[in-house]
């Protein structure tokens, strides 16, 4: 089986929709999403990716499914930077704190760290897992440890679009990887397509491997730039670039 996750287009956050490049970017993804082979589509309630979701996916006859958990990962911190400041998402952290904490790398034990334990992280972290794990399930693939048992293995494509710290929540998850980790070391820009595809080296056992975070080729392809957004400033001195 095969996971494609797509990122909404340059989002409008004052009006949880898409910014004129968003739209733009959107739209290009059409193309490709026409080529695709796609069994099935699932979309977050946010107006971002149900906007992306209705531009790419127009001419295709394919009406995604709304799931509540598919919005963009919402717990709030106090980050350490900014003192009793509750206003940043559990995922934004400075590199120079968020290096600091051992308990970040570790995969069972990254949401443990006293900020993330304070506003109860791994609950809402547990939930949207267990939500994905029950649509899996669904599709023929149960978790079982660490694994999941391809209890009717097949080849559909499953079609996701959502957000970047959701994403990552999710591929975390099939991974078994610290969230954090991926977070802070990889980045999915605006309408970009991450995949994962399910390899079953032993009848009935499967691993979900990741074949594309990011891809951005569609764009390229028309000589669209990727927007900015989800990254920060290359070099402090680009003051025209995202510093905080």
Not at 89 to 97: I, N, Q, S, T
Not at 173 to 190: D, F, R
Request: hydrophobic share 35%; glycine share 6%; charged share 30%.
């Amino acid at each position: 089986m095969k996971l494609v996750f797509i990122r909404h287009g340059d989002p409008d956050y004052n009006h949880d929709g898409l910014t004129e490049v968003g739209t733009r970017e959107a739209q290009l993804l059409n193309a490709r999403m026409k080529k695709m082979k796609i069994d099935k589509c699932f979309v977050s309630p946010l107006g971002r990716a149900k906007e992306t979701a209705r531009l790419g996916l127009e001419g295709t006859g394919i009406v995604p499914v709304e799931y509540e958990w598919l919005k963009e990962f919402p717990v709030r911190i106090n980050r350490p930077d900014r003192g009793e400041e509750k206003s940043f998402v559990c995922w934004d952290w400075l590199p120079k704190d968020w290096t600091a904490r051992e308990e970040f790398f570790d995969p069972d034990r990254w949401a443990d760290e006293p900020v993330m334990a304070a506003d109860n992280v791994r609950a809402e972290y547990d939930r949207v897992c267990a939500c994905f794990d029950k649509l899996l399930a669904e599709n023929g693939y149960e978790r079982s440890g660490r694994m999941y048992r391809a209890v009717h293995p097949n080849n559909d494509t499953l079609v996701f679009f959502c957000h970047y710290g959701l994403t990552c929540v999710l591929l975390s998850h099939l991974i078994n990887a610290s969230p954090m980790v991926l977070w802070h070391g990889v980045c999915m820009t605006p309408s970009s397509v991450t995949v994962a595809v399910t390899e079953e080296r032993r009848e009935g056992d499967a691993y979900f491997r990741t074949t594309m975070i990011g891809d951005t080729s569609h764009l390229y392809a028309a000589g669209q730039e990727p927007s900015f957004s989800a990254r920060f400033c290359e070099c402090w001195k680009n003051t025209e670039e995202r510093h905080d």
